[in-house]
């Protein structure tokens, strides 16, 4: 295992930057997810990491060995793809075994290392099985055989569940989660999707446009997020982000004034973002005056998508509200839950 430093890096494809003064450290043993939109540069910074890609300024540290020039072989690190890469004409257990052969390891110790991670894996039976003959959820459990049986320092995820259907990536999510609870390995995960980046981190860096945005564990993300971006991005259904403006005693948005605490510091008249959950809005007699537009019910909580002039709230509630699309309803938020974000540069005010 090993600490992993990234430091001001960069990354230009001739004369557009596409990742812009990178600098946090990922502690020994801790699980971090690379998070954001597609083409936020979090792959390629992945990428770097793993040496498939160049930086073009900074410095990339494994341990206390700096790997700027160092080839992606001997980085002591283990890669999972999206797409598996298997070989098709090798079992589960040659594939398995093919980097340790490559290394010319003891065949007493390749067995070990696999029967091992099969063990830990559950993929003991189908050793002797080809990819052809597995399921998608058995592929990707191969493909992470594979790296572990590497014994890495570190571990690189690129959208490894991608392929797979909504019920077996919640499953698979919890299965790397126990894995590395039970290896303690270092461990850098990308994904587009918050919901793996929640339930899966020990901390999270959220990107975009090749920038850093927020770095911190989920829920201190999801409570107070730093800004308008992450405040929209994390969460799901994300947060509703409302225009408002500073009066005595509160915000007042769509024509209703929302009671905030201490928001007259900001200067009365001041155009804001107001912020709010789904989850911290409940049916009241006063409050944000909306329209239902869709009904939503999920059995566990209702989602009702609701309009305000030109812009959609979502509200989600666990109680079953008889609503249906065209009533008129009041939403109050919970004074305490509001966000409140500068209108021109996003950033958080409360």
């Given at each position: 295992?090993?600490?992993?430093?990234?430091?001001?890096?960069?990354?230009?494809?001739?004369?557009?930057?596409?990742?812009?003064?990178?600098?946090f450290?990922?502690?020994d043993?801790?699980?971090?997810?690379?998070?954001?939109?597609?083409g936020?540069?979090?792959?390629?910074?992945?990428?770097?990491?793993a040496?498939?890609e160049?930086?073009?300024?900074?410095?990339?540290?494994?341990?206390?060995?700096?790997?700027?020039?160092?080839?992606?072989?001997?980085?002591?690190?283990?890669?999972?793809?999206?797409?598996?890469?298997?070989?098709?004409?090798?079992?589960?257990?040659?594939?398995?075994a093919?980097?340790?052969?490559?290394?010319k390891?003891?065949?007493?110790?390749?067995?070990?290392?696999?029967?091992?991670?099969?063990?830990?894996?559950?993929?003991?039976?189908?050793?002797?099985?080809?990819?052809?003959?597995?399921?998608?959820?058995?592929?990707?459990?191969?493909?992470?055989?594979?790296?572990?049986?590497?014994?890495?320092?570190?571990?690189?995820?690129d959208?490894?569940?991608?392929?797979?259907?909504?019920?077996?990536r919640?499953?698979?999510?919890?299965?790397?989660?126990?894995?590395?609870?039970?290896?303690?390995?270092?461990?850098?995960?990308?994904?587009?999707?918050?919901?793996?980046?929640?339930?899966?981190?020990?901390?999270?860096?959220?990107?975009?446009n090749?920038?850093?945005?927020?770095?911190?564990?989920?829920?201190?993300?999801y409570?107070?997020?730093?800004?308008?971006?992450?405040?929209?991005?994390?969460?799901?259904?994300?947060?509703?982000?409302i225009?408002?403006?500073?009066?005595?005693?509160?915000?007042?948005?769509?024509?209703?004034?929302?009671?905030?605490?201490?928001?007259?510091?900001?200067?009365?008249?001041?155009?804001?973002?107001?912020?709010i959950?789904?989850?911290?809005?409940?049916?009241?007699?006063?409050?944000?005056?909306?329209?239902?537009?869709?009904?939503?019910?999920?059995?566990?909580?209702?989602?009702?998508?609701?309009?305000?002039?030109?812009?959609?709230?979502?509200?989600?509630?666990?109680?079953?509200?008889?609503?249906?699309?065209?009533?008129?309803?009041?939403?109050a938020?919970?004074?305490?839950?509001?966000?409140?974000?500068?209108?021109?540069?996003?950033?958080?005010?409360?």
């Open positions: 295992m090993a600490e992993v430093q990234i430091r001001d890096v960069r990354k230009a494809y001739d004369s557009v930057e596409v990742i812009h003064g990178m600098d450290t990922i502690p043993g801790e699980f971090v997810v690379l998070v954001g939109p597609s936020c540069g979090k792959s390629t910074l992945l990428r770097m990491i040496g498939l160049g930086i073009t300024s900074g410095q990339i540290a494994i341990g206390d060995r700096v790997v700027n020039g160092v080839p992606p072989s001997e980085r002591d690190i283990a890669m999972v793809f999206q797409n598996y890469a298997l070989y098709p004409h090798k079992t589960v257990r040659s594939n398995m093919f980097a340790l052969r490559m290394r390891m003891d065949k007493a110790e390749i067995d070990r290392r696999v029967n091992q991670a099969a063990e830990i894996l559950g993929l003991t039976p189908y050793l002797d099985r080809y990819p052809r003959a597995l399921s998608g959820g058995q592929r990707q459990r191969v493909a992470m055989g594979r790296a572990i049986v590497r014994d890495p320092e570190v571990f690189l995820f959208e490894p569940l991608s392929n797979l259907d909504a019920k077996l919640v499953q698979m999510r919890a299965e790397i989660r126990e894995l590395h609870q039970r290896l303690k390995t270092t461990t850098v995960y990308v994904t587009h999707d918050q919901i793996e980046a929640m339930t899966m981190a020990d901390r999270i860096v959220v990107m975009e090749g920038y850093i945005r927020q770095i911190g564990a989920p829920l201190e993300l409570d107070r997020p730093a800004n308008r971006f992450v405040a929209s991005f994390i969460g799901s259904p994300s947060m509703n982000l225009e408002g403006t500073v009066r005595t005693g509160g915000i007042e948005a769509g024509g209703t004034l929302v009671s905030v605490p201490n928001v007259s510091e900001l200067g009365n008249g001041r155009s804001v973002v107001f912020g959950r789904p989850e911290d809005l409940i049916l009241s007699d006063a409050g944000l005056k909306v329209t239902v537009s869709v009904v939503e019910p999920t059995g566990s909580e209702t989602h009702v998508v609701c309009r305000m002039g030109k812009v959609d709230i979502v509200a989600v509630f666990r109680e079953r509200h008889p609503l249906s699309p065209g009533q008129e309803i009041h939403l938020p919970a004074t305490d839950r509001v966000h409140l974000f500068d209108s021109e540069s996003g950033e958080r005010l409360n």
